[in-house]
C-alpha cells in the first residue's frame, strides 16, 4: 500500500503529466489522493448559504455546518482529528483558496503520521485550487452546492460576483448576500492591487429581472473603470454613463470604497446608500462615515453637472468596516421589530470581542437573521464587511 512517505514522486508524476489538466475535478481529486500516498479522502463543499457541507460524490451525505466536527474546521478554518467510526483516524482540514472557505477534507488513514498530515495538508491546497479553477466551467461544483431552483435574476448576478472572501495578511473583505436563491438587485464587488482594496455595495431600483440588469451593468461598468486606473470620481461617472446610455430608466445606489493598505486612509462615495457603520475597540462609530449622500447613479440630471464629492478618513489597526444594503437593517426580528443598526453593530461587535474570524461573523449574523424572522426578508439584504490590521511598524 501506498504511503504518505512514498508518495512524493507520484505527486509529481502526476502534475507534471499533461493529461492531468484535462482531468475533471472527480477524478483529479482522486488520483492526486493516490500520488499523495493517502488512503482515502472526501471532498466536502459548502452549500451556498454556508449551511451544509455537500461531499463531491455519493460516497456519504452531507454534514451540517453547525454541529459537526467537519463544521468546526470549517467555522474555525482549523485542523480537527478524530476517531473514524469505520476504524483508524480522520483528519478533517478546511478546503481554502486565498481566503476564500471552500469546504472541507476529510482524510482517512489506519493512523495519522506526521507524513499523512503533511500529505493531507498538500492535498487540500491542491484541491482547493482544483475547485477554484474548475467551477467556473464545470457545473458539478455549482450543482452540488444548490439545494433549491435558483431565479433568473438571481443566476443572471451570481455569475457576477466575486469570491465571497478574499484577503491578504493585513485585510480581508467578505460578503454574504440573501435571498440566496431569489436575489434581484443586490451585488457587492471586491478587489485587490498590491497597494489598495476597492469594495462596492449596489442596490439596483426594483426585484426583478430589469433589477438585475441594472446592477450587472453597474459592476461591469465599476469594473471597466477600476481596470482602466480610474479614480473614484471617474468610477462612479462610469456606472453614470452606463446606465444613462443602456438602461435610461433605471438607477442604483451603491456605496464605493478604496483603502489605501499602508496608509489606513479609507475614501468613499456614497450614491443613495446607507452610510456605511466603523467598529473600532469593540465600539460603534456611529457618525464616522455619515455624510450627505448624493444621488443615486444613473440620475445625472440630479447632480446639475458638478462631480461627486469624495470622503476620506483613516482607519486604525483592527478597525472594521460594515457596508450593507437596507434588506439588513428592514428585516424583522422575531418579537416583529425591526432588525435594526444597533442590532446589527453589537452582533459584530461581540463577534469580533470573541476572536471570531470575519467571514464566520457574516455567516452567522445572516443566519440570525433568517432564521429568527418571521416572514421572508422585505428586500434583498447584503453585507460586506473589511478589516484592516497591517504589520506593527
Known amino acids: 500500500m501506498a504511503t504518505a512517505e512514498t508518495g512524493d514522486g507520484r505527486l509529481e508524476e502526476f502534475l507534471a503529466d499533461p ?8 477524478t483529479a481529486a482522486a488520483r492526486c489522493t493516490k500520488a499523495l500516498g493517502i488512503p482515502h479522502s472526501v471532498v466536502y463543499l459548502a452549500d451556498i448559504q454556508q449551511r451544509r457541507l ?13 454541529g459537526s466536527l467537519a463544521g468546526w474546521t470549517y467555522r474555525t478554518q482549523s485542523l480537527r482529528v478524530a476517531e473514524s467510526e469505520t476504524g483508524g483516524m480522520t483528519a478533517w482540514l478546511p478546503l481554502v483558496d486565498g481566503a476564500e472557505r471552500l469546504g472541507v477534507l476529510a482524510v482517512h488513514a489506519p493512523s495519522l503520521t506526521p507524513a499523512v498530515l503533511r500529505g493531507g495538508r498538500a492535498l487540500a491546497t491542491l484541491i482547493a485550487m482544483m475547485i477554484t479553477s474548475s467551477r467556473a466551467y464545470e457545473d458539478s461544483c455549482v450543482r452540488r452546492t444548490r439545494m433549491h431552483r435558483m431565479r433568473l435574476p438571481a443566476e443572471m448576478l451570481r455569475a457576477f460576483l466575486p469570491p465571497r472572501t478574499i484577503g491578504t495578511a493585513h485585510v480581508v473583505s467578505t460578503a454574504v448576500l440573501e435571498p440566496a436563491y431569489e436575489i434581484g438587485g443586490d451585488a457587492f464587488d471586491h478587489s485587490l492591487t498590491e497597494t489598495t482594496l476597492h469594495a462596492t455595495v ?4 426594483g426585484h426583478d429581472l430589469a433589477s438585475g440588469l441594472t446592477t450587472a451593468v453597474s459592476l461591469a461598468a465599476c469594473r471597466n473603470a477600476r481596470r482602466a486606473g480610474a479614480d473614484l470620481p471617474e468610477l462612479v461617472q462610469g456606472v453614470d454613463d452606463a446606465l444613462a446610455q443602456w438602461l435610461p430608466d433605471q438607477f442604483c445606489t451603491g456605496v464605493l470604497v478604496q483603502l489605501d493598505l499602508a496608509s489606513g486612509v ?4 456614497n450614491c443613495g446608500h446607507p452610510t456605511p457603520l466603523v467598529i473600532r475597540d469593540r465600539r460603534l462609530l456611529v457618525d464616522a462615515m455619515l455624510r450627505e449622500p448624493d444621488p443615486p447613479m444613473g440620475l445625472p440630471s440630479l447632480l446639475a453637472g458638478r462631480r461627486r464629492p469624495v470622503h476620506e478618513i483613516a482607519l486604525k489597526p483592527g478597525d472594521r468596516v460594515l457596508m450593507y ?3 439588513v437593517t428592514e428585516a424583522r426580528s422575531a418579537d416583529g421589530g425591526e432588525f435594526g443598526l444597533e442590532q446589527f453593530a453589537d452582533y459584530i461587535i461581540r463577534a469580533t470581542a470573541a476572536g471570531e ?3 464566520e461573523t457574516l455567516r452567522r449574523l445572516i443566519h440570525s437573521i433568517l432564521d429568527s ?3 421572508r426578508l422585505r428586500d434583498d439584504a447584503t453585507i460586506l464587511m473589511f478589516e484592516w490590521a497591517p504589520p506593527p511598524r
Open 202 to 205: 449596489l442596490d439596483a431600483m
Open 19 to 26: 493529461e492531468t489538466a484535462a482531468l475533471d475535478l472527480i
Open 54 to 66: 455537500v461531499p463531491l460524490t455519493d460516497v456519504t451525505s452531507s454534514l451540517l455546518v453547525d
Open 373 to 375: 424572522a418571521t416572514s
Open 325 to 327: 444594503t437596507d434588506g
Open 357 to 359: 474570524l470575519a467571514p
Open 266 to 269: 479609507l475614501q468613499w462615495i
